[in-house]
């Protein structure tokens, strides 16, 4: 029997989002840069700032759709001994810290696997994790994770790209929750000065196959970029302009820069999210 999670902190924030009339927030932060104490620090404080949800990456030392930014970081921490069973005590030890916001892993298959794909869902699930981002994982091989996450209520977030047909697409959606990320250009994540003109019309064509929210990410990197996919989906995912603010900043000022910096995202000061 095939299981959808209900609706989790994933969901409940794009409700939030929806109720509030304005677009969603997605921050991706690489665990573990530039140390696992700094990404302990960071996610409460980004949450205060604006971020609706965190998405944590697990470093992997072969990435397919990383951009320099990215590798960098993914590169440091991988330095430092960060593995995917670290990630999941780091999710553990945020739980308490921000109840409210979704967390979600991103990362590519290979760690999964290795660790074992149940053993994973039931750690995942002890550890309070919202959902998986898997960026080498097609539809069509997903079935094995998917029925160990399912049950356990966390989500797996399927991606597409301007060059997806519909008819992945549709397969896609079909076992798709927590939200759809639509990657806003072909090629690797990192900073651009507009959003991929793809990005539209592949939101458009989601559209068509699924009532999840749908967020774009890949070159999300300013509060306008954000605001002009605000008028097409439901959430933004800013990604490496997040670590490159990281990568600019001493480290006893990184979580002040950060957190200045989603509170531009969001067209805000930093203490937006808490007076509402």
Do not use: W
């Not at 609706?52 to 930014?69: K, M, N, R, Y």
């Not at 080498?136 to 966390?154: F, T, V, Y």
């Amino acid at each position: 029997m095939l299981y959808f999670p209900a609706m989790n902190r994933i969901g409940e924030a794009f409700e939030r989002v929806r109720s509030e009339g304005r677009t969603g927030l997605v921050v991706f932060l690489t665990a573990g840069y530039p140390d696992l104490d700094a990404t302990f620090e960071l996610v409460p404080a980004l949450a205060e700032a604006g971020a609706d949800v965190i998405e944590l990456g697990v470093p992997f030392s072969d990435p397919l759709a990383d951009g320099v930014t990215i590798q960098a970081s993914s590169q440091h921490a991988l330095g430092q001994g960060v593995s995917l069973r670290g990630c999941l005590d780091l999710v553990a030890r945020l739980r308490d810290r921000v109840p409210q916001t979704g967390l979600l892993l991103m990362g590519y298959y290979n760690p999964v696997f290795q660790y074992g794909t149940r053993q994973f869902a039931l750690d995942a699930q002890r550890a309070g994790l919202d959902g998986l981002i898997m960026a080498d994982l097609p539809e069509e091989e997903s079935g094995p994770l998917r029925e160990e996450l399912a049950p356990r209520g966390i989500a797996l977030v399927p991606l597409f790209a301007p060059t997806s047909t519909d008819a992945r697409i549709a397969a896609g959606c079909k076992y798709a929750s927590g939200f759809v990320y639509c990657v806003s250009l072909t090629g690797v994540t990192g900073t651009r000065d507009q959003v991929g003109g793809g990005a539209f019309s592949l939101v458009q064509r989601v559209r068509q196959h699924t009532s999840l929210p749908l967020a774009v990410g890949f070159g999300i990197s300013t509060h306008e970029h954000v605001e002009a996919v605000g008028q097409n989906a439901d959430g933004a995912v800013v990604g490496s302009a997040l670590i490159r603010v990281l990568m600019e900043s001493p480290r006893e000022r990184i979580v002040e820069d950060a957190s200045s910096f989603v509170a531009q995202l969001r067209g805000g000061n930093i203490h937006r999210k808490a007076m509402q």
